[in-house]
């Protein structure tokens, strides 16, 4: 039996991002948070401030023996933009940025290939311009934060920005759900 594996991305709001691998099958533990910058312990408050370096993200802890680390690249890059640089939407700025944090050299090479055959395939207008870099540490986001689609499933921005994610996921990666 294989240990679980952690992988760290950033997709913009780290709302959706949650959202989305609630649903997928062999991901443990999703938690929303902030990572990839220079300030310790930051608050909601001040990575919105932009001064932090930190971007929203989701620290995952998945099952490599039900899901690989290609496979969570897969729904990831499927579910955000990653072609435009530091906004996801209405979203705008750094700590939205799409951010692959790598936690071994493996999941390096692997996210530096996928992205290299996504630029190949066309699939997107332009090119992928998702940060790749080492993970460092993780803080986890306030208590408000944490499973927000599914405490707050009417709120506006729900409905209008993670609902059409989650239901992107739940059609094209329905085998790969819980």
């Not at 691998?21 to 310790?40: L, P, R």
């Not at 932090?52 to 690989?68: C, M, N, R, S």
């Not at 499927?78 to 050299?105: F, I």
Request: aromatic share 12%.
């Amino acid at each position: 039996m294989a240990e679980n594996e952690i992988a760290v991305f950033g997709g913009g709001c780290f709302w959706c991002t949650e959202a989305v691998f609630t649903q997928i099958k062999g991901v443990t533990s999703v938690v929303s948070g902030y990572s990839g910058g220079h300030v310790e312990n930051p608050n909601y408050y001040q990575v919105c401030e932009e001064t932090t370096g930190h971007a929203e993200v989701v620290q995952l802890e998945f099952d490599p023996e039900e899901i690989t680390f290609p496979e969570m690249l897969e729904v990831f890059f499927a579910t955000h933009d990653p072609t435009t640089l530091n906004y996801q939407g209405a979203d705008k700025g750094t700590r939205y940025r799409s951010v692959v944090l790598y936690t071994s050299e493996a999941q390096k090479d692997q996210t530096a290939a996928y992205i290299k055959e996504l630029d190949a395939s066309g699939d997107f207008p332009a090119p992928v311009v998702t940060q790749i870099a080492p993970f460092e540490k993780f803080f986890p986001a306030e208590a408000e934060h944490k499973q927000f689609y599914a405490n707050n499933p009417g709120s506006m921005y729900c409905q209008v920005v993670i609902s059409p994610k989650v239901a992107k996921v739940r059609q094209k990666f329905a085998k790969s759900l819980r």
